[in-house]
């Protein structure tokens, strides 16, 4: 047997050996993504009530929080707002780090993200919740919010 014949499987196997490290590499590089986007995707929702009553367990970790901003409790701070959000009857204080959306006021429904610092809920995100189809599709989250002119 040549030299070269003798080389020859081993240069096979090395280079098997190399496509299995690449697709290995590029198959946990897809995983990853997919299981941070569905993980932003999977995000914790809670009322404000159940986020009261789930205080301990939620910790320090991020999730959705579903409420309505208390009137009155609005309250423009460097950096941000602070300000009340309630639901069943629990309030809940929120200090939101950056400007709310143009919509935002006053007893409106509202959904943020953020966690739990102490006994304050820390917010970095507000979306605004309050179309008509919102109010068809979750008439329970919303009662008692009052209804734009334009969609009366």
């Known amino acids: 047997m040549t030299e070269v014949e003798h080389l020859a499987p081993r240069a096979k196997f090395a280079t098997r050996r190399r496509l299995a490290i690449a697709v290995a590499i590029v198959a946990a590089s897809f995983g990853f993504l997919v299981f941070r986007g569905l993980g932003d995707a999977t995000m914790y929702f809670r009322t404000a009530d159940e ?28 950096g941000g707002i602070e300000f009340s ?29 953020g966690r739990f610092a102490g006994a304050v809920y820390e917010s970095d995100r507000i979306m605004v919740r309050h179309t008509s189809e919102y109010r068809k599709e979750h008439p329970e989250r919303v ?9 009366e």
């Open 85 to 113: 959000l309630t639901s069943a009857g629990v309030q809940l204080p929120v200090v939101h780090q950056g400007d709310p959306p143009e919509l935002f006021q006053d007893d409106i429904p509202v959904v943020l993200e």
């Open 51 to 78: 986020a009261a009553a789930q205080w301990e367990t939620l910790g320090e970790r991020r999730f959705r929080l579903e409420g309505r901003v208390v009137p009155g409790s609005v309250v423009e701070r460097a």
């Open 143 to 151: 009662e008692g919010a009052p209804v734009p002119e334009d969609q």
